[in-house]
């Protein structure tokens, strides 16, 4: 009788002839589903968390002091390289911290230029178009790549049949840290030369190095140049005054011009061919759409 209610481990016979498996051996306690993860949690995000806040610091710092602003803003650059490495080494790429990374990027970037723009009104036009062009380039690669790649299809994995110079440039490390890096540098060199060259900012040599003559009645104190406010434009000229070497700035800015140069053109090609890869999937929607039953072309 014992024997007669145990599941029998043989195959057993269903009606039409065909021999159905065994049932499966229950061997131990069943498995227990994995811990949620949390996402924001992840290594290489909170690297992105802390490269904001490194950037907020470094804005915060910008219009007085050089020195911290540009030692800020370049830790928060070259986390960027550190964030990648922790997704590969803990295997925790994500979309989020995709493009978490990238809109940091284009921020920081954008957030320079204003200044620079600001710093040397006469090019202002020039920073706007960089910064239009860097974050048109960006957000329609990105597009395309969501729209028109395969699902999941990271913005980094561009086919060679498509661009072999968008390929090699993300595909290779070294090369996408080299043009990022001196991209940078390029930027943060002309911020510094807004504090130290006269050549490019005549209006250093409207007030002698050292802070200006002692006030007297004809000259007014620091506090009054200041009006009240530490961020105000005579606040801002007054430091400047205290003007930094122009040497290694102008040494920087020439050394990566070239290469700041090459990642603009890098820019405009991205911008092309996403817009040309968009323009290629409307064209194969509306043929799909002609040959449709009921469509205008059947």
């Given at each position: 009788m014992n024997d007669a209610r145990r599941p029998s481990s043989r195959a057993t016979v269903r009606e039409n002839g065909a021999a159905s498996p065994p049932p499966p051996a229950l061997d131990g306690p069943p498995s227990r589903p994995a811990p949620a993860e949390n996402i924001f949690l992840f290594y290489p995000n909170l690297i992105g968390y802390s490269r904001i806040i490194l950037a907020v610091a470094s804005l915060h710092y910008m219009p007085l002091h050089p020195r911290t602003c540009?030692?800020?803003?370049?830790?928060?650059?070259?986390l960027d390289a550190l964030d990648g490495y922790a997704a590969r080494r803990f295997d925790q790429a994500t979309r989020f911290g995709a493009v978490l990374d990238m809109v940091t990027d284009r921020c920081t970037t954008a957030c320079l230029l204003v200044f620079l723009g600001s710093a040397w009104p006469r090019w202002a036009l020039l920073f706007q178009g960089l910064i239009s062009l860097d974050l048109a380039s960006h957000y329609m690669h990105m597009y395309a790549t969501l729209t028109m790649g395969h699902a999941g299809q990271s913005h980094k994995r561009v086919d060679e049949s498509r661009s072999r110079i968008l390929n090699l440039y993300y595909s290779n490390n070294t090369v996408l840290f080299v043009f990022c890096a001196f991209n940078e540098l390029f930027f943060i060199a002309l911020?510094?030369?807004?504090?130290?060259?006269?050549?490019?900012?005549?209006?250093?040599?409207?007030?002698?190095?050292?802070?200006?003559?002692?006030p007297t009645t004809t000259t007014p104190a620091p506090a009054a140049l200041f009006g009240g406010s530490p961020w105000s434009a005579a606040a801002l000229e007054l430091a400047r005054a205290n003007k930094l070497d122009s040497f290694w700035p102008w040494v920087v800015a020439g050394v990566a011009f070239p290469v700041m140069v090459g990642k603009q053109l890098i820019n405009v090609l991205q911008l092309v061919k996403a817009a040309r890869w968009l323009a290629e999937?409307?064209?194969?929607?509306?043929?799909?759409?002609?040959?449709a039953p009921g469509g205008k072309g059947a």
């Amino acid at each position: 009788m014992n024997d007669a209610r145990r599941p029998s481990s043989r195959a057993t016979v269903r009606e039409n002839g065909a021999a159905s498996p065994p049932p499966p051996a229950l061997d131990g306690p069943p498995s227990r589903p994995a811990p949620a993860e949390n996402i924001f949690l992840f290594y290489p995000n909170l690297i992105g968390y802390s490269r904001i806040i490194l950037a907020v610091a470094s804005l915060h710092y910008m219009p007085l002091h050089p020195r911290t602003c540009s030692l800020l803003y370049s830790i928060s650059c070259l986390l960027d390289a550190l964030d990648g490495y922790a997704a590969r080494r803990f295997d925790q790429a994500t979309r989020f911290g995709a493009v978490l990374d990238m809109v940091t990027d284009r921020c920081t970037t954008a957030c320079l230029l204003v200044f620079l723009g600001s710093a040397w009104p006469r090019w202002a036009l020039l920073f706007q178009g960089l910064i239009s062009l860097d974050l048109a380039s960006h957000y329609m690669h990105m597009y395309a790549t969501l729209t028109m790649g395969h699902a999941g299809q990271s913005h980094k994995r561009v086919d060679e049949s498509r661009s072999r110079i968008l390929n090699l440039y993300y595909s290779n490390n070294t090369v996408l840290f080299v043009f990022c890096a001196f991209n940078e540098l390029f930027f943060i060199a002309l911020y510094l030369l807004s504090f130290s060259s006269p050549i490019l900012s005549p209006s250093l040599l409207l007030l002698p190095h050292g802070g200006g003559p002692p006030p007297t009645t004809t000259t007014p104190a620091p506090a009054a140049l200041f009006g009240g406010s530490p961020w105000s434009a005579a606040a801002l000229e007054l430091a400047r005054a205290n003007k930094l070497d122009s040497f290694w700035p102008w040494v920087v800015a020439g050394v990566a011009f070239p290469v700041m140069v090459g990642k603009q053109l890098i820019n405009v090609l991205q911008l092309v061919k996403a817009a040309r890869w968009l323009a290629e999937g409307d064209a194969q929607d509306r043929r799909r759409r002609r040959r449709a039953p009921g469509g205008k072309g059947a």
